[in-house]
């Protein structure tokens, strides 16, 4: 049976996400915005509701949800700042690779780690010569006994500067391109490892994007995921199962700039009567709404897919292109109907455009997603 309705569970956790977002993240989102800050207390209160990784599972402190339930909690945290949502986001992407290839003690010490105290986790994979090209990446992986000593550097991690570990990439000869790569777990205050710049960003603004550099760190063998040819697989899987988290970003980004120009619309009159009854602006609320639900749609589906244990790359792809593409044309068109308000700080939507074109960048731009889509629709694949 196909069924479009949530469960009472599902619903209830979208209340009291929706809530949580509406009291503590709405008010505070436009000033963390301007001043480049984080709120942390609002971090600690979302982490002690099981709202920070929530699919981390129960047998290492998680609430152990599945990602059907998780995209929906990342959706409700987007309305409210894609930014503080993203550095919520970062700490399920970290732990992802764990998820996906660390033995029970890995699981143990690192997940228990996120789940033991309202701590940040990163992700870090791509360097100044490799983002798309993830395969080309240089950090330098040399062999010595069982463990490596790692010797490079990461940029744009996202919650670099505050993460107590790392999941990170690295290769023992770039020659062999992806066959190379390994995946391992890095604290941050591991000899050898320093935290370069912090990024000033165009949008999300709240969260923390850094340089993180590694200056011959031995990773010890039991901090190691995956040796050369299995950490370049970690890696896409991770992004399998995180891009429809992107989407979920996407969607949360999208409601609020229709909700935003809904109100708006109704309330602000030219030739006598209010904007929302011009034909023009209302194509441009109705291309909002169709680009929410058909998004929702597809972030819906491809997390389902993972729950059902079913291989999601090409779905995973097609959410996180479509939701990150439309979400930027949703808030440009929200600036639109906002008119000159519109490109004013004030306003609640000039923000929204700026947050959404990270979107089309992160865990893949839009133009890589439509290479695995292609590739896969070439292989035979099919949603
Ligand atoms: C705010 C922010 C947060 C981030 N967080 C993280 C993080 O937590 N961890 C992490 O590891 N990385 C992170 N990133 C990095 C991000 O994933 C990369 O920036 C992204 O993958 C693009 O890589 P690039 O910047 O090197 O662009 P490039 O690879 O140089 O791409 C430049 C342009 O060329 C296009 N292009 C490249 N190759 C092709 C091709 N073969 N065909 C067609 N077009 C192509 C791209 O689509 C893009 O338009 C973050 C980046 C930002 C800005």
Redesign the pocket.
Known sequence: MLSFELTDEQKALVEETRRFTKEKIVPIAAECDRKHEFPLGVFKEAWEMGLVAPGIPTEYGGAGVGEVEHVLITEELAFGCTGIQ?SFT?NT?AATPILIAGNEAQKKKYLGMLTAEPIFA?????E???????AGIQSRAVKDGNDYIVTGS???????AWATWYTAFATVDPALGHKGIIAFIVDRDAPGVSIGKT?D?LG?RA?N?AVINFDEVRIPAANVLAEPGHGFKVAMQTFDRTRPDIAAGACGLMRRALEESIAYALERKTFGVPIAQHQMVQAMIAEMGIAYEATRLLMLKAAWMIDQGSRNSLTASYAKAFGADQAMRVATDAVQVFGGNGYITEYPVEKLMRDAK?LQ????????Q??VIAKNLFAGVRG
Do not use: H, V
């Not at 100044?128 to 993830?134: E, F, N, T, V």
């Open positions: 993203t970062a992407l990163a992700y870090a994979i791509t100044p010569a490799a983002g798309s090209d993830a990461k940029c744009f991690i996202t919650n670099g990024e960003k999300q969260s994007t990270i960048i992160y865990e893949g731009t839009s133009q890589i439509r290479m």
